[in-house]
């Protein structure tokens, strides 16, 4: 290869770790390809968090400013509350100078397109990195470093990256087939207006204090309430964690953030609940369920071109909500590994 050939990169899945690869993988004397299956059209209405470990590769490594162009807020806590609303154990998080950094609620649509925002962007001396949607893979070579497109179209690249989720295919390559296993939890997501729970849910507003930038939680006959509000408090976010064997749905069907649930059934799952808390979920219309899926560690997540990376390499239940921390910090690692690297050290 000769030294004015680009060091050429596909990034397969253009989700949270596709995108935060392509910000940590940009340097002058490359071309970064990023292949995502959807139109990214279509995100789904959640929030998600970024623990410090992640806040502070964005704000510090990749000097990008979140809070302000996505729209997040610093969380100040958690709070868990017994199911009469009383708080019963209180958590601060107001150190930020112990663990270097803030954890961040956002609402995923804002995080998700500042990401991409950030990759594509012009304003830097590296070339912006292409993202190409509709591009559904289907297969990859990891020795000769080819991946095969629905559609037969076939890309070539120096490094593949495999940020194609928990589902992953390009996986295979690496590792043969791989099934996610249930873990014998699933998640009801909804989010919902705060104007709209301070009118039509006062008794909840009363106790939870919505807007306010805390994580509440409600933990009771095994299941799991974990709130919070976003997009500077316009929006509150509730998961509610289910066993699936208490669960009055067909959790094994539901493997998908863009599964649907039905709220006649999750209100008999929850109708130990008392009805200050219940009543919110009767708010939405938009209401998704998750069945929560597993791997075990892998020996290795490299073969040949080919590295895996977030939910494809390790995917995270979101008890810690580290999901999409971790992606940031295999991002990170892989900037810092490849370093300095350009097409003219391929040359040896
Ligand atoms: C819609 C959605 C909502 C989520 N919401 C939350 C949340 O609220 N809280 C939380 O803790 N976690 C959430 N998660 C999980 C969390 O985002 C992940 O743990 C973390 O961000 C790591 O993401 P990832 O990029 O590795 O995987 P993913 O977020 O799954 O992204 C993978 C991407 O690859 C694309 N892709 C898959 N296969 C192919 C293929 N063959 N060819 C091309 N592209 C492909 C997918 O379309 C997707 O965009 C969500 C995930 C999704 C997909």
Request: charged share 25%; aromatic share 6%.
């Amino acid at each position: 290869m000769s030294s004015s050939t680009p060091f050429r990169i596909i990034i397969c899945g253009g989700g949270i770790a596709g995108m935060s690869a392509a910000i940590a993988l940009r340097a002058p004397g490359r071309e970064i390809t990023v292949l995502e299956q959807s139109r990214l059209a279509s995100e789904i209405g959640a929030t998600i968090s970024l623990q410090p470990n992640a806040s502070r590769i964005l704000q510090q490594e990749w000097k990008l400013d979140p809070i302000s162009e996505a729209r997040g807020m610093v969380d100040r806590g958690f709070r868990i509350f017994n199911t009469d609303g009383e708080v019963v154990r209180n958590l601060p998080l107001t150190s930020k100078s112990e663990y270097g950094g803030d954890r961040i609620m956002y609402h995923r649509q804002d995080l998700h397109s500042y990401l991409q925002r950030a990759a594509i962007s012009e304003d830097q001396e590296s070339p912006a990195v292409t993202i190409r949607t509709s591009s559904r893979v289907r297969a990859c070579d990891a020795t000769i470093g080819t991946l095969t497109l629905e559609g037969g179209d076939k890309l070539s690249a120096d490094l593949i990256v495999a940020a194609d989720g928990i589902h992953s295919i390009v996986r295979q390559c690496v590792l043969g087939e791989v099934t996610p296993k249930p873990t014998g939890l699933s998640a009801y997501r909804l989010m919902i207006p705060i104007e709209v729970l301070e009118k039509e849910a006062p008794e909840f507003c009363g106790k939870i204090s919505p807007r306010q930038p805390f994580t509440s939680m409600v933990m009771a006959h095994d299941c799991r309430l974990i709130m919070g509000p976003a997009r500077e408090g316009s929006v509150y976010s509730i998961v509610a964690l289910v066993p699936d064997d208490r669960m009055n749905e067909d959790a094994d069907s539901k493997q998908s953030w863009v599964s649907r649930g039905d709220l006649g059934r999750m209100l008999s799952t929850f109708e130990a609940f008392p009805e200050w808390m219940t009543a919110v979920f009767k708010l939405t219309d938009d209401l998704g369920l998750w069945q929560l899926r597993d791997l075990d560690p892998f020996k290795t997540w490299t073969k040949g071109r080919v590295i895996l990376i977030g939910d494809a390499a390790h995917a995270m239940l979101p008890t810690q909500g580290q999901g999409a921390s971790q992606a940031v910090e295999d991002a990170e690692a892989l900037g810092a590994y490849f370093d300095g690297f350009a097409a003219i050290d391929l040359e040896s």
